[in-house]
């Protein structure tokens, strides 16, 4: 079964400096019938204007994905991420994935790190698979080359592949479709998929997904992606929890 949820059926939040679209059930916006896809919690679709953002604040027990489409964002957490005698410099350019969890308490910011252009990113929620853990950071780039015409693993449980590892019994996926690219994977009948398009046009096992649309999967055996037109797209394999 897929069930696609349109981009303009998502919830919407506006604040000037920010505009923000809610696949799922985020703040002030509430469906009873949005509010997760298995242990994927959260995937807000955030544009910030030119040198804005979110100022400190906490989070606790969520594993905390970033994924940034156009401009660069900049992050700083009472890990010490983004300070000078910091290893990580907490800047997520287009490419990167940044993991944080929150585990038994993190505070950070997020600021768009350009003063004459918006930031365009996802920021993804996914339940963990232990609380109580050490709050911990990471960020991983991945080139156009390894997600053009395919699907890259770019977050799983254990860092496969070069991923980013997350404490969270799922995986991400990232791709880049063209033209005639196409790219088909077995999915675990017993798990869940979503599909995210972040921008452009993809036939996801046959339907037509444009920007911002989702596609929730729950029995399909396969999953094909074709006829892409300047593509960007996201896919979770997901625990049904």
């Known amino acids: 079964m897929i069930k696609i949820r349109k981009s303009a059926e998502r919830g919407?939040?506006?604040?000037?400096w920010l505009n923000s679209a809610h696949s799922f059930s985020f703040g002030d916006y509430f469906d009873i019938n949005h509010q997760g896809h298995g242990n994927l919690r959260v995937l807000n679709d955030d544009t910030v204007a030119p040198g804005q953002g979110f100022g400190t604040h906490g989070h606790r027990d969520m594993e905390i994905i970033s994924y940034v489409l156009e401009g660069e964002l900049a992050h700083k957490d009472s890990m010490g991420t983004g300070t000078p005698n910091s290893e990580a410099t907490?800047?997520?350019?287009p490419g990167d994935v940044q993991r944080m969890s929150a585990g038994t308490g993190v505070q950070h910011s997020e600021f768009n790190n350009l003063q004459?252009?918006?930031?365009h990113f996802l920021q993804i929620w996914i339940?963990?698979?232990f609380t109580g853990i050490r709050p911990d950071y990471e960020q991983k780039h991945f080139t156009q080359a390894q997600r053009r015409g395919q699907l890259a693993?770019?977050?799983?449980?254990t860092g496969t592949n070069g991923s980013v590892s997350m404490n969270a019994d799922a995986s991400i996926h990232a791709g880049l479709f063209d033209g005639q690219e196409s790219f088909s994977k077995p999915l675990d009948?017993?798990?869940?998929?979503?599909v995210h398009l972040a921008r452009g046009e993809l036939l996801v096992n046959g339907q037509r997904l444009s920007g911002g649309d989702g596609a929730l999967l729950d029995g399909e055996a396969e999953l094909t992606l074709s006829q892409g037109e300047a593509a960007e797209v996201l896919v979770f394999d997901l625990a049904r929890q």
Do not use: N, Q
């Not at 009948?189 to 979503?194: K, N």
């Open 116 to 119: 004459d252009r918006a930031t």
């Open 153 to 157: 693993l770019v977050a799983s449980p």
């Open 90 to 93: 907490g800047i997520v350019r």
């Open 12 to 16: 919407r939040a506006s604040h000037g």
């Open 189 to 194: 009948t017993a798990r869940l998929a979503y």
């Open 127 to 129: 339940k963990p698979k």
